[in-house]
């Protein structure tokens, strides 16, 4: 069956523009998480949708982050004027439920470039 | 904020070597899991460890949970260069609350075997 898919694969923007990466869960997966990951890092959380709410967005780094989730599927994660700070490996993660131990299935990623 | 540190950084072994992955925090989890990450790809997982003392095995893999639920460790036999990866540890937070599922990784660990 189908995974997770991501698009674009790769983005290339300049500093200061406004980037949209789209996430594709699962079919019928309620649960959504997006994830950073930088270069030699392991993946650092952003936020955590449940439904079309997001119920954790501790991770976003400051106000120019924001991630929708309208229908309760597919999610937008939205970067305004971009740093070259931001350029790493967003992944994107859905789950069957949010029970804390489920399994995480994960997209093969946006790689970001700020140039 | 809950940390792990996984060692080593970097392990590089010649086929048919054995060899121990740490992950260790001064924090609780509720769980563990292990993931192995291939280039271009997202983080799959390979095993979830919940009970303290808890020992699963994958074939060739070895996964250990501590007593106390704040450190793990992946043990492979005999390595193949098939297992050539990233391999992260993530901890599920004993926190409770609406983070369910969040994950909190640890630094990776790339894995080169030779044959």
């Known amino acids: 069956g189908a995974g997770v898919s991501q698009t674009p694969s790769n983005k290339v923007t300049e500093k200061g523009k406004y980037v949209e990466l789209r996430c594709d869960p699962i079919?019928?997966?309620?649960?959504l998480y997006w994830y950073r990951q930088s270069l030699g890092q392991g993946p650092e959380f952003l936020i955590y949708?449940?439904?079309?709410?997001?119920?954790?967005d501790s991770g976003l780094p400051n106000d120019r982050f924001f991630a929708v989730r309208p229908e309760g599927s597919v999610s937008t994660l939205k970067i305004q004027r971009t740093e070259r700070g931001d350029s790493a490996v967003y992944l994107c993660?859905?789950?069957?439920?949010?029970?804390?131990?489920?399994?995480?299935?994960f997209g093969p990623g946006t790689r970001l470039t700020v140039l | 904020t809950q940390l792990l540190e996984q060692s080593p950084q970097f392990l590089s072994i010649q086929e048919g070597e054995n060899l121990t992955v740490y992950c260790n925090s001064s924090?609780?989890?509720?769980?563990l899991q292990w993931y192995r990450q291939e280039p271009g790809e997202g983080p799959v997982l390979l095993v979830t460890v919940v009970t303290g003392g808890e020992v699963k095995k994958l074939k060739r893999l070895t996964f250990q949970f501590g007593d106390a639920r704040k450190d793990s460790s992946l043990h492979i036999t005999a390595a193949q260069p098939g297992d050539t990866g990233l391999y992260l540890c993530a901890g599920v937070p004993h926190a409770g609350g609406t983070s369910y599922g969040k994950l909190t990784f640890g630094q990776g660990t790339i894995l080169t075997v030779h044959p």
């Open positions: 079919s019928g997966h309620t649960a």
């Open positions: 924090s609780v989890f509720s769980s």
């Open positions: 993660a859905s789950s069957p439920a949010g029970r804390v131990n489920n399994e995480q299935f």
């Open positions: 949708f449940q439904g079309t709410g997001a119920a954790d």
